[in-house]
């Protein structure tokens, strides 16, 4: 007995019109959602706590990065705890750390003589 592949379905012709014209609305909506940017403010100035909150690190990790000796994390204190980072600054900043993933690690040592 051979298999059959997918599903047969039996539709009238207004059923299948209505089903073609809703495809076609999607596929007008997904278009329209390519075609949406959404504005970012890289020049936005956050605090530690704001920071941390949008980036999922710690406060303190953040604060480390900042006072650290060698390649410190740029920040400006307008006042008394007021740190405020730029956000395309630090966006600019950790892109000098790129992840060296497992798989490309494995791929350097065998190119290794």
Request: proline share 6%; charged share 25%.
């Amino acid at each position: 007995m051979p298999m059959e592949s997918g599903y047969r379905i039996n539709l009238n012709k207004k059923e299948f019109q209505s089903i073609h014209k809703a495809l076609h609305q999607l596929e007008n909506i997904f278009d329209k959602m390519n075609e949406v940017t959404l504005p970012i403010e890289y020049d936005e100035a956050l605090s530690v706590n704001q920071l941390s909150k949008r980036t999922g690190y710690k406060a303190s990790q953040v604060r480390s990065w900042i006072t650290r000796q060698k390649n410190p994390l740029p920040a400006y204190n307008p006042g008394v705890r007021q740190t405020r980072i730029i956000w395309s600054q630090f966006v600019q900043w950790l892109e000098q750390y790129p992840v060296n993933r497992r798989t490309e690690r494995l791929f350097e040592y065998d190119q290794k003589p």
